[in-house]
């Protein structure tokens, strides 16, 4: 079992950042990815950013440019930089986690964010 918990949103108006943390704990040395999914009212889920162990990345189209995803395997802890945030980014965002053998998908209990002026 993996436990994540994520800190960090808020309110922020639009031109302006936050850095979503994520702190995994209990199996989570087997975990093989990490990332961030966002859920806006009325929309599906979404993927924004993941890393491997190995820290290979991968944004959507929507935050490339303008949000950064990093991690640091010794404090099991995945970042999301968000900068030049808009309106469009508000969503309650999700930290997730994979393991590949057997495989297993871990989510967190979500940090809303809210980009309005």
């Known amino acids: 079992q993996v436990q994540l918990v994520e800190s960090g949103g808020g309110l922020v108006q639009p031109g302006g950042s936050l850095r979503l943390s994520c702190a995994a704990s209990?199996?989570?040395?087997?975990?093989?990815?990490m990332g961030w999914y966002r859920q806006a009212p009325g929309k599906q889920r979404e993927l924004v950013a993941s890393?491997?162990?190995?820290?290979?990345?991968n944004y959507s189209d929507a935050v490339k440019g303008r949000f950064t995803i990093s991690r640091d395997n010794a404090k099991n802890t995945v970042y999301l930089q968000m900068n030049s945030l808009k309106p469009e980014d508000t969503a309650v965002y999700y930290c997730?986690?994979?393991?590949?053998?057997?495989?297993?998908?871990?989510w967190g209990q979500g940090t809303q964010v809210t980009v309005s002026s």
């Open positions: 890393i491997t162990s190995g820290t290979v990345t």
């Open positions: 997730w986690a994979f393991i590949a053998i057997p495989s297993r998908h871990y």
């Open positions: 209990g199996s989570s040395f087997n975990i093989n990815a």
